[in-house]
């Protein structure tokens, strides 16, 4: 009887050991195992990543083998009667199993070492498309436009990124016609648009003449040509800085992979490095083989036009594409009231530069002791949306600076919606709503989301999402507040509203770097 119990307990704990270690080798083989033309891409992938997958994919069919082995140890274990001799039998094939899981386990343990030195600290992969260090998201860096990995971008695009703090404008830009002046032109040929006949402001260089941001062909960073014709302009606030190749990037006929470095020689305000150990950030974007000559146009507006709301409203407007942050200023986007004159209050960009936001001014404080704002109280508001003057053919909008809204490749707004920039004022846009003296305190909820807590098998690249039970301030939805806390990787946020069924909902989206195989990772 009690040999008979110990050979239970001792197949449990072998049970025990074995599910452990079946459950790893499930998110193994989901990640590496059973679909050989996806998972391992063979057709499509270096040789160093190919060799790498098959190799963790043959240990893990010895891994499932080894499992195999103990089990059937296991068997001839509770199947003797006592007989010694089946006993010493299966002690030897337990324990040979079991030194063949221990082999094969560190094996996979040495190659993930290997992998991680050689590679800086995550497995290579194709379309890899920052260096994920966590500058992006949990670093400097708020957003970076194109978006690492975006594809098919307009030859004629410029390339944004918003830092999290003021920063050391001269670390950026220099200024080449010497007027004091960071991020302007001198416009010698009179045409009202930055080309390459003008004198402008480029980015800055260190000591020995080396760009502190490099743009260049994604593979050409460090060995060159870097694009060097670009003009540089930013936001008042110094966060935000916009990059513009004076010549179209990529070639008419085949797409072509970027990549821009953003090195260490740039400075925060106080000057100290802006990466610290990081040492820079790098992504890639793929441009297409067009020129965009589309104008942006409103896609969508909170308050509803003729709506009464509480006067702590935010006004959201969405736009059809990205815009160009420096062109989102106080008198380009006009909110007024009864008497007309401006309102006081904010402008914010987010949502990869799609969405821009309005908040009022301070009017009180909520029970958790934070600041309540407000627009005026009782009164009909007005926003304005002003287009951007023309110049050139196509008509593409004069400036920079900008007297107008345009998106990131300089068309002007679409206030009309008919696909044809035609200046202010009949491609301006506004609307007219009501507020009340009313403050909604209601506090939003979580109501899901995606992947659920304790989830396996996770894609390596699709965004997590968060879905709320009402409509959310999208430039509350930033990095600070919604994080990928560990391992480290590049995030960013984005969001969009559900259709116009009740109730209102806004989904945010966690977008990522690829993730690391078999690994965990934790939201917040």
């Not at 094996?107 to 194709?126: D, E, L, N, R, W």
Request: with cysteine; proline share 6%.
């Amino acid at each position: 009887m009690f040999i008979f119990k110990k050979q239970k307990l001792i197949f449990v704990i072998v049970i025990i050991s074995i599910a452990f270690f079946a459950c790893a080798n499930f998110v193994f083989a989901q990640n590496f195992g059973m679909d050989y033309a996806s998972t391992l891409g063979l057709g499509t992938q270096g040789l160093k990543t190919t060799l790498t997958k098959i190799v963790k994919t043959v240990l893990g069919f010895l891994g499932i083998i080894a499992i195999i082995v103990i089990l059937y140890g296991g068997f001839i274990w509770m199947t003797s009667g006592g007989r010694p001799e089946r006993v010493d039998k299966a002690k030897k094939i337990l324990i040979n199993g079991a030194i063949g899981l221990t082999i094969i386990l560190l094996s996979f343990a040495i190659i993930q070492f290997i992998i991680f030195t050689v590679t800086g600290g995550k497995p290579t992969a194709p379309g890899d498309n920052s260096n994920g260090n966590g500058a992006l998201g949990a670093g400097i860096i708020e957003n970076v436009y194109p978006a690492p990995g975006q594809r098919d971008v307009a030859r004629n695009t410029k390339i944004a990124v918003t830092f999290k703090e003021s920063m050391n404008p001269e670390s950026f830009i220099f200024d080449a016609n010497g007027n004091g002046i960071l991020g302007d032109y001198t416009d010698t040929n009179g045409n009202g648009i930055l080309d390459a006949g003008d004198i402008y402001d480029t980015i800055a260089v260190d000591n020995l003449g080396n760009p502190n941001i490099k743009i260049a062909k994604r593979g050409e960073l460090a060995s060159g040509p870097l694009i060097t014709e670009v003009f540089v302009s930013k936001t008042i606030d110094n966060k935000i800085f916009v990059f513009k190749s004076i010549e179209l990037l990529g070639n008419p006929t085949d797409n072509t992979w970027y990549s821009a470095e953003l090195t260490n020689n740039l400075e925060k305000a106080n000057n100290d490095p802006a990466f610290g150990a990081l040492g820079g950030f790098i992504w890639s974007f793929e441009i297409g083989t067009f020129v965009d000559l589309t104008p942006p146009y409103v896609k969508s507006i909170l308050p509803s036009a003729g709506g009464t709301y509480a006067k702590n409203v935010v006004i959201q407007i969405h736009f059809s594409e990205a815009i160009d942050p420096t062109s989102i200023i106080d008198t380009n986007i006009i909110v007024s009231g009864n008497i007309t004159a401006p309102v006081a209050g904010t402008l914010y960009i987010s949502n990869q530069y799609r969405t821009v936001e309005f908040l009022g001014s301070a009017c009180g404080i909520n029970s958790c002791g934070d600041i309540i704002y407000c627009l005026p109280g009782s009164e009909n508001i007005t926003v304005n949306i002003l287009a951007a003057a023309l110049s050139g053919e196509p008509p593409m909008a004069m400036g920079p600076p900008y007297n107008g809204i345009v998106d990131m490749v300089g068309n002007s707004l679409d206030g009309n919606h008919n696909n044809l920039a035609e200046g202010p004022p009949v491609d301006n846009y506004s609307w007219n709503f009501n507020t009340t003296n009313e403050i909604e305190l209601t506090e939003p909820t979580i109501i899901s989301i995606s992947p659920n807590i304790g989830d396996i098998g996770t894609t390596l690249r699709d965004p997590l999402d968060v879905l709320f039970s009402e409509i959310m301030m999208y430039s509350s939805l930033r990095s600070n507040n919604i994080k990928i806390v560990a391992p480290v990787v590049d995030y960013w946020i984005t969001a969009e509203n559900q259709p116009p069924v009740l109730p209102f909902q806004t989904r945010a989206f966690i977008n990522h770097s690829r993730f690391n195989t078999a690994t965990d990772y934790t939201s917040e």
